[in-house]
């Protein structure tokens, strides 16, 4: 592991931020939490409700820039949600759009870990389906981490029961944390250099 201070920017949608979570953690801040580095450890959100691969895919690098510095451990979460579905992108338009963000933080030495868009009541299950592993692929062939997220939440009970509960679209305390325990054991701790925990 770098002894230089680690910052990672996260790029998302509502979810990234833990909307709905009446803790106001979400995922990002359990995930934090647990993670257990010797050296400074800055994440941030950059979180735009209802975003698009399009719109996250022409932001995050002025924006991620702005919290990044020379001498930093310098790392970039992308969090994809399911709003290319609303809007209608092709899944063609999706996967490019990854793919741009993917190989422009490849260029600048910026190591990236994915996070798959998790189930919504509110669009198609099939659709969703496809769009997550159009992402996958995508992730696949670059050699970059990716979690899938809705196959193993798609007919969790608790999962549904939370979202239910709350605004019927987003979870709420229980389904961050079904999120948080999905990054942390697919490979978080490896991507930062850091030890699993016991």
Request: aromatic share 6%.
């Amino acid at each position: 592991m770098s002894d230089r201070e680690i910052r990672i920017c996260v790029i998302g949608d509502e979810l990234s931020a833990g909307m709905g979570d009446a803790r106001g953690l979400g995922w990002l801040g359990r995930v934090v939490a647990r993670t257990q580095a010797e050296v400074p450890l800055f994440a941030t959100s950059l979180a735009v409700p209802q975003e698009t691969s399009t719109a996250l895919s022409g932001r995050w690098e002025a924006e991620s820039h702005r919290r990044f510095a020379a001498g930093c451990d310098n790392r970039l979460v992308v969090a994809l949600g399911s709003a290319d579905l609303v809007a209608g992108l092709s899944l063609a338009r999706s996967r490019l759009n990854l793919a741009n963000i993917l190989d422009t933080a490849r260029s600048q030495q910026i190591e990236v870990f994915v996070v798959g868009p998790p189930p919504r009541p509110d669009v198609d299950p099939a659709a969703l389906a496809s769009l997550s592993d159009a992402y996958a692929d995508v992730t696949t062939r670059r050699q970059v981490r990716y979690v899938e997220t809705y196959a193993p939440l798609r007919t969790h009970d608790q999962w549904l029961a939370d979202v239910a509960a709350g605004d019927g679209v987003r979870p709420g305390q229980a389904g961050y944390g079904l999120l948080a325990w999905l990054v942390l054991h697919n490979g978080w701790h490896d991507w930062l250099g850091l030890p699993n925990p016991a």
